[in-house]
């Protein structure tokens, strides 16, 4: 290649460059200079005076290629590596963890558990529990009043790309139905904004609404017991029903269950009420297991239709663990019973197992 053919490539190649390249970082080309010049003490350096040099210089005069064609390539390097650094620290601020806020003093938007306080169009949602939950893998979850999400997000400093939302199919009328509708309008897929302040959490969707979070204390995770020892003596009081498909009639997944509805473990003895009758049964406690045998009732009230449902979950029941005051038995075909521990009731299951309590009495 002849010289000035090189010429002509390096003047092409310098205009392309800062064409594409003005706004990219402002760089100190006299410190670059100089910092070619330390890169290459053995070549004579053309004094350029006060007048600043462009970013590639345009092609030299003859006499100056060689020198020039030094100075090009001494300075190209270390212009890339100037623009590699500034390149570095702009992209390096588009983190897919979005925990960024948290090195300024607040929240992380990652791993928090985010409780909705209002919504731009519905205004505060008190009372409705509705939730926000992101991983630092990308997946997003919650309740949005009346049902239940989940997705896939990418985070970066301060916007987020949401990916298909999947959500449950419950109708729900109300405050519920108001908030959850205003929820969905902001998560339902698309580009959002976020910002941070404390342990606020505001997500903006254009042209839509607002959403706004609290940050909710983080709680101490308790480890599950499944020592028999731990659930026996006690009384525990069922507050949540589950029914599976094998089931016709359905409690669904809320705080349903039957009031007055409990039971006591006693040895290898279950006593308990039904929410109307109360009942008797031998029962074998593993750690983790549980077989329940010879269930009968123990009187004879006339009851509601399906009050005593949940209880052909426990007569199938296969498994039980116990989180904190807990306890959660498990049948895999029939469905989920959650109790919690309350000790000392009065006219508890275990002081009338063979007769009606004072609670069954009444009805």
């Given at each position: 290649m002849t010289d000035d053919e090189l010429d002509a490539r390096l003047a092409d190649a310098g205009a392309r460059w800062r064409e594409r390249n003005a706004a990219a970082a402002s760089i100190d080309i006299h410190a670059v200079a100089n910092a070619a010049a330390e890169?290459?003490?053995?070549a004579e350096v053309a004094d350029t005076g006060t007048q600043a040099l462009p970013l590639i210089p345009d092609a030299p005069a003859p006499k100056h290629r060689r020198r020039t064609r030094i100075l090009l390539a001494a300075s190209a390097a270390v212009v890339a590596a100037v623009v590699a650094s500034v390149l570095a620290v702009q992209l390096g601020g588009n983190s897919s963890n979005g925990n960024s806020p948290a090195a300024q003093g607040g929240t992380p938007l990652t791993g928090t558990e985010w409780q909705l306080?209002?919504?731009?169009?519905a205004g505060a949602a008190t009372g409705v529990n509705a939730t926000l939950h992101l991983t630092d893998s990308g997946e997003l979850s919650g309740n949005d009043g009346c049902n239940a999400f989940g997705g896939h997000?990418?985070?970066?400093t301060d916007g987020m790309t949401l990916g298909r939302i999947v959500h449950t199919m419950m109708g729900?009328?109300?405050a519920n139905g108001s908030v959850g509708q205003a929820v969905d309008a902001v998560l339902s897929g698309g580009s959002v904004q976020y910002a941070i302040n404390g342990d606020t959490l505001t997500i903006t969707k254009s042209g839509t609404g607002t959403l706004t979070y609290i940050a909710q204390p983080r709680q101490p995770v308790t480890p599950a017991?499944?020592?028999?020892?731990?659930?026996?003596?006690p009384d525990w009081v069922l507050n949540t029903v589950q029914l599976g498909d094998n089931i016709a009639r359905s409690?669904?997944?809320?705080?349903?269950?039957?009031?007055?509805?409990?039971?006591?473990?006693?040895?290898?003895?279950?006593?308990g009420i039904d929410g109307c009758n109360s009942f008797r049964a031998t029962v074998d406690i593993g750690s983790g297991t549980l077989a329940v045998a010879d269930f009968a009732d123990t009187t004879a009230n006339p009851c509601p239709n399906g009050s005593s449902d949940w209880t052909l979950v426990l007569k199938g029941a296969t498994h039980w663990t116990l989180v904190g005051d807990q306890l959660t038995i498990t049948d895999a075909h029939n469905g989920k019973l959650v109790f919690t521990k309350v000790p000392g009731i009065a006219g508890t299951p275990g002081s009338t197992a063979t007769g009606t309590s004072s609670s069954t009495a009444s009805k």
């Amino acid at each position: 290649m002849t010289d000035d053919e090189l010429d002509a490539r390096l003047a092409d190649a310098g205009a392309r460059w800062r064409e594409r390249n003005a706004a990219a970082a402002s760089i100190d080309i006299h410190a670059v200079a100089n910092a070619a010049a330390e890169a290459a003490p053995e070549a004579e350096v053309a004094d350029t005076g006060t007048q600043a040099l462009p970013l590639i210089p345009d092609a030299p005069a003859p006499k100056h290629r060689r020198r020039t064609r030094i100075l090009l390539a001494a300075s190209a390097a270390v212009v890339a590596a100037v623009v590699a650094s500034v390149l570095a620290v702009q992209l390096g601020g588009n983190s897919s963890n979005g925990n960024s806020p948290a090195a300024q003093g607040g929240t992380p938007l990652t791993g928090t558990e985010w409780q909705l306080a209002a919504t731009s169009k519905a205004g505060a949602a008190t009372g409705v529990n509705a939730t926000l939950h992101l991983t630092d893998s990308g997946e997003l979850s919650g309740n949005d009043g009346c049902n239940a999400f989940g997705g896939h997000v990418s985070i970066s400093t301060d916007g987020m790309t949401l990916g298909r939302i999947v959500h449950t199919m419950m109708g729900c009328l109300g405050a519920n139905g108001s908030v959850g509708q205003a929820v969905d309008a902001v998560l339902s897929g698309g580009s959002v904004q976020y910002a941070i302040n404390g342990d606020t959490l505001t997500i903006t969707k254009s042209g839509t609404g607002t959403l706004t979070y609290i940050a909710q204390p983080r709680q101490p995770v308790t480890p599950a017991t499944t020592d028999p020892a731990a659930i026996v003596g006690p009384d525990w009081v069922l507050n949540t029903v589950q029914l599976g498909d094998n089931i016709a009639r359905s409690y669904g997944t809320a705080s349903s269950a039957p009031t007055d509805a409990q039971v006591k473990f006693a040895g290898n003895e279950l006593v308990g009420i039904d929410g109307c009758n109360s009942f008797r049964a031998t029962v074998d406690i593993g750690s983790g297991t549980l077989a329940v045998a010879d269930f009968a009732d123990t009187t004879a009230n006339p009851c509601p239709n399906g009050s005593s449902d949940w209880t052909l979950v426990l007569k199938g029941a296969t498994h039980w663990t116990l989180v904190g005051d807990q306890l959660t038995i498990t049948d895999a075909h029939n469905g989920k019973l959650v109790f919690t521990k309350v000790p000392g009731i009065a006219g508890t299951p275990g002081s009338t197992a063979t007769g009606t309590s004072s609670s069954t009495a009444s009805k």
